[in-house]
């Protein structure tokens, strides 16, 4: 049985003090026990934002260079633990190994871009009315943050988080999620070794309660949280109460539209690969795909094909490319939203006859057929490797139906034609907007967010984090 994990609370790691603890248990069998974690009390999560509060004191008061160092030392400690990382990944949150290696990678970038930005400019210089006076602007950090982040990205999302807000000059404390602990840890010995300063950078365990306590602190002057639509209106709500900074990324029901002239064995591989990949445990995960009625035939039977050729776990293995749903809970939500709505399966659906599937939480990727886009199927994220289909008459009625969600997170078009790109783009409601690519991931140097019940508003990671991060002061000096 694993020891019980501690918490990282101003540099140090700190043995638990509530008696609330939970198991985390590989997702691909579960007789296996990955972690033991605590559920963070109030008072530990006291002690956390008051390591933060004291920490800032002195590292809002660091030079961009010193703060750049320690990012970039950062990067180090967790390239240097790359593999451990990675097979940790997969053995607790089911990440197939090739892509549990390719997020510690874009771990380690994106320590390394913050500690670029950490050297930028922090200001502008505005004309005055007056002659006699210099005006300018200073971008102040705003003081110690709670971040709340998800177990589908353990390593990236937390340091797309974290880094930037060092990188400005304020402090952290994460509460990850309950289902990734063992991963927060090690992410926390990597900030150990990279020498951050003691409070810049804590972790407290534990549940929603832990990160109710953590947004109601008086101390936080700001949270990012990224997971469910319901949780995250309930995070808006305390942070406007508190009149303190928010932003929260809540997912998508994201949409790939095959025109009439797309080139269809393309179209098919990526949409594929984004709606089953990782079991489709990604917020850019394609969940619908609305195609030309005119391809429609020779579109499905390629989209069957690529399905089909995408391995299923284990996920050890380089080739594998669709790893098993997070939890049991996940697995008989999926069921029941299926039956309930009596969802209309068009190919898939049926896992291998192997002892190793019976283990797990695994669930075989499914391709279903869309009743019209008010089914219950097509406006609710399902979370998992399930492709909703949807037959348009043309661009402007696929456009149409792509906009009848209340997500808009990440969309794609396929076609061969740029008045049709440049149409779907101007009208298409979604904060990432493709062409002629998949809808999952982004680049971590460029704004991440999307419209309408996806994001707050805001946008995180490039240059867009410094918005969230940091506060405008206008200063005018008079000769």
């Not at 140090?12 to 609330?20: E, I, Q, R, S």
């Not at 110690?144 to 880094?163: M, V």
């Not at 969940?287 to 499905?300: H, L, P, T, W």
């Amino acid at each position: 049985m694993p020891e019980l994990l501690p918490h990282f609370v101003g540099g140090h790691f700190v043995p638990a003090t509530g008696a609330d603890v939970r198991e985390r248990r590989n997702p691909s069998d579960s007789a296996d026990v990955v972690a033991r974690a605590p559920v963070g009390t109030p008072a530990e999560v006291d002690a956390a934002v008051a390591a933060a509060a004291n920490a800032f004191l002195s590292w809002r008061n660091h030079a961009g260079p010193v703060r750049a160092e320690a990012l970039y030392r950062w990067g180090d400690a967790i390239t240097a633990r790359g593999e451990e990382l990675a097979q940790a990944m997969a053995r607790e949150v089911g990440k197939p190994i090739s892509e549990a290696r390719g997020e510690v990678a874009r771990a380690t970038v994106i320590c390394r871009y913050y500690a670029g930005e950490a050297v930028r400019d922090i200001g502008e210089v505005i004309p005055a009315q007056a002659a006699d006076a210099l005006q300018f602007t200073l971008r102040d950090p705003l003081g110690p943050i709670g971040l709340i982040t998800p177990w589908n990205f353990p390593l990236a999302i937390p340091l797309w988080k974290a880094a930037p807000a060092l990188a400005f000059g304020n402090t952290v404390v994460l509460k990850p999620s309950e289902n990734s602990p063992r991963v927060s840890h090690l992410l926390a010995e990597t900030a150990l070794a990279a020498q951050l300063p003691a409070g810049v950078f804590n972790v407290v365990h534990g549940e929603g309660t832990t990160g109710a306590a953590l947004i109601a602190h008086g101390q936080v002057r700001a949270v990012s949280f990224t997971g469910s639509q319901v949780v995250g209106a309930r995070v808006t709500a305390v942070a406007a109460q508190r009149n303190i900074r928010v932003q929260t990324e809540m997912g998508g029901k994201n949409v790939v539209i095959v025109a009439r002239d797309a080139d269809l064995d393309r179209a098919a591989a990526l949409t594929a690969a984004g709606a089953m990949r990782y079991a489709g445990q990604k917020c850019t995960a394609t969940s619908r795909v609305i195609v030309d009625r005119a391809v429609e035939a020779a579109f499905m039977e390629r989209l069957a094909v690529a399905v089909a050729a995408l391995p299923l776990g284990p996920v050890d293995d380089p080739r594998c490319a669709i790893g098993p749903l997070i939890t049991p809970e996940s697995r008989r939500r999926i069921e029941g939203a299926l039956a309930t709505n009596n969802a209309v399966t068009l190919f898939g659906g049926a896992l291998p006859d192997d002892a190793r599937y019976r283990a797990g939480n695994w669930f075989a990727p499914r391709t279903i057929r869309f009743t019209s886009p008010a089914d219950p199927l097509a406006v609710t994220e399902l979370f998992g490797p399930v492709l909703g289909v949807l037959v348009a008459d043309d661009l402007d009625h696929a456009i149409a139906m792509a906009n009848a969600t209340p997500f808009g997170l990440s969309a794609s078009l396929f076609t061969g034609d740029l008045r049709s790109a440049l149409n779907y783009v101007r009208r298409i409601e979604a904060g990432l907007v493709r062409v002629n690519g998949d809808t999952t991931g982004v680049d971590p140097h460029a704004p991440f967010g999307g419209t309408k019940s996806s994001s707050s508003g805001s946008r995180e990671q490039g240059r867009a984090a410094r918005e969230f991060y940091t506060e405008i002061r206008t200063i005018q000096i008079h000769s």
